[in-house]
């Protein structure tokens, strides 16, 4: 009987933080420091601890990189870049609902609502896209604009390029 029981409550225990870490339905960027809970540095155990083990795998990237998702093959959610099993960028991806910054910049907000919420930052032209971005301590934090509206967030090393 105590086996048994021991054994039902480290399953409950499993099933409770496999359940805690998952994507944020409405995640928040804290500009050079935190996009949806994942911080630059932090190792590959970490981000699986905060989101979850549900991810894609990009088989042509550079770099290894995961793609967490609300659900199979939808495009919105979280990718995550590895370098020497730590993050190197994190970013969002299809522009997920209900994502946030400081200042009340939402996805999604025309540009001319955002600009003067982020402040004065460096323009840098993508392939199909803008990335507005600001190096701070090590960090570079990108936002990024597609028809002039707000597209996603990005975090990244200090003078790293933001076009993915």
């Not at 998952?22 to 989101?51: C, F, K, Y």
């Not at 993050?87 to 999604?108: D, E, F, H, I």
């Not at 199909?128 to 701070?136: E, I, L, Q, T």
């Amino acid at each position: 009987m105590r086996r048994a029981l021991a054994c039902a409550t480290v399953i409950a225990l499993a099933a409770a933080a496999s359940a805690a870490a998952a994507l944020p339905r409405a995640g928040t960027l804290v500009p050079g420091a935190s996009l949806g809970g994942v911080r630059l540095g932090e190792t590959a155990a970490q981000v699986r601890a905060a989101l979850g083990s549900f991810h894609g795998v990009c088989r042509g990237c550079a770099r290894t990189t995961w793609y967490f998702t609300y659900r199979p093959f939808d495009d919105h959610g979280l990718g995550v870049e590895l370098t020497g099993g730590r993050v190197s960028a994190v970013y969002t991806l299809w522009q997920p609902a209900g994502w946030r910054a400081p200042n009340g910049v939402v996805l999604g907000a025309s540009q001319a609502v955002v600009a003067p919420k982020i402040g004065a930052l460096l323009v840098v032209s993508c392939p199909g896209y803008s990335a507005y971005v600001r190096d701070v301590s090590g960090t570079r934090t990108a936002y990024y604009f597609v028809n002039s509206r707000l597209w996603g967030f990005g975090l990244l090393r200090a003078n790293a390029s933001p076009c993915r």
